[in-house]
């Protein structure tokens, strides 16, 4: 089992920025990838980023190319996305997710094993 605890959501105005963690524990040493997904309301669950544990590999959805970006810090098998230029579009609940082992898609929701709580983002116009 794995868990994962989202962090740094909240209110922000448009042109703003936002830092969010992903710190999971557990079974943590059987990682392929670590993802971002948000939900607004009344829409599905859409990919956001992701990255390649082990290689550093990123991806990222064509939305928030160039403004947002995914990191990650091993050794606190924690997984970030800072968001730089906010737009009220990408007011969402921001959910983490671990998949863990390989997939030819990170891009799908349906790929990933264990997911977090999520975290609030608004973005005010």
């Known amino acids: 089992q794995v868990q994962l605890v989202e962090s740094g959501g909240g209110l922000v105005q448009a042109g703003g920025s936002l830092r969010l963690s992903c710190a999971a524990s557990g079974r943590t040493f059987s990682t392929y990838a670590r993802g971002w997904f948000r939900q607004a309301p009344g829409k599905e669950r859409e990919f956001v980023a992701a990255?390649?544990?082990?290689?550093?590999?990123?991806y990222y959805s064509n939305s928030v190319k160039g403004r947002f970006t995914i990191s990650r810090d091993n050794a606190k098998s924690t997984v970030y996305l800072q968001m730089n230029s906010l737009k009220p579009e990408d007011t969402a609940i921001y959910y983490c997710?671990?998949?863990?082992?390989?997939?030819?898609?990170?891009?799908?929701?349906?790929?990933?094993?264990?997911w977090g709580q999520g975290t609030q983002v608004t973005v005010s116009s």
């Open positions: 997710a671990v998949r863990e082992y390989y997939t030819s898609s990170v891009y799908s929701p349906a790929e990933y094993d264990y």
């Open positions: 990255i390649n544990w082990s290689g550093g590999n990123t």
